[in-house]
């Protein structure tokens, strides 16, 4: 597989075109599936050494055969091990990953990870708005905002679901570290504990324009998340 095969497989994971150039776009959405968020300096040379630096290759501002190298493997050829030994994803949570946008399920998948590591056993929940008008005017109609339960055992060794747990606070810092938004309060759904994944191009934007870019990207089948 040549330099130029990998980039597309990197382009098309960050959902923009596949040319296989490595345009100051590429570098900027493989910086963004790495950090999951933006960078302050856009600068295309800092942009490569951050993702070299990522990535533990020579940090020399060279998009040199070894980066794309390292980038396919993290990024690509590593991807499908997560789905089977490494998480531990319960016949339930995969029954809801797999209808989960393609955008947010990498972040439930990973919250998954992390909680469990925490030895806490989370279930991925279908996040319900109130009525039919709040969904149309929320990011819920994107798919991108899920619901999440704790289950804890019992004495008698079943898992039973908590509303109550002490450990929802400590989930909130884990979703945020990823880059989700804990939305577990929000007015506009039930008292349902919840995240919301924001994406990083709408980081400045009033809600409603936000609305308005994914309403417009979901219409044109482009990917929510990519930076354009």
Not at 124 to 146: I, R, V
Not at 149 to 172: C, N
Request: charge should be negative; charged fraction near 25%; hydrophobic fraction near 40%.
């Amino acid at each position: 597989m040549t330099s130029s095969d990998k980039i597309k497989a990197l382009q098309l994971k960050a959902g923009i075109e596949a040319d296989g150039e490595a345009s100051s776009k590429t570098w900027l959405n493989i910086y963004y599936l790495l950090f999951n968020c933006l960078p302050y300096d856009i600068n295309i040379n800092s942009l490569i050494k951050a993702i070299q630096q990522k990535i533990d290759v020579r940090a020399d501002g060279y998009p040199w055969s070894k980066t794309w190298d390292v980038l396919y493997d993290l990024l690509i050829d590593n991807e499908p091990a997560t789905d089977e030994g490494t998480l531990s994803i319960d016949l339930y949570n995969d029954s809801i990953l797999q209808t989960m946008t393609k955008e947010v399920m990498p972040f439930a998948k990973e919250l998954i990870k992390l909680a469990t590591a925490k030895g806490i056993q989370i279930r991925l929940m279908n996040c319900l708005c109130e009525d039919d008008d709040q969904k149309k005017s929320s990011d819920y109609n994107f798919g991108l905002t899920f619901g999440i339960g704790i289950f804890e055992k019992t004495t008698t060794g079943e898992f039973t679901y908590r509303d109550d747990s002490p450990h929802y606070t400590e989930l909130a810092v884990l979703g945020e570290s990823i880059g989700l938004t804990w939305a577990g309060d929000r007015k506009t759904f039930t008292s349902q504990p919840h995240f919301h994944l924001r994406p990083a191009w709408a980081a400045t934007m009033k809600e409603s324009d936000m609305l308005k870019e994914l309403s417009r990207r979901k219409e044109a089948n482009i990917n929510l998340l990519a930076i354009l």
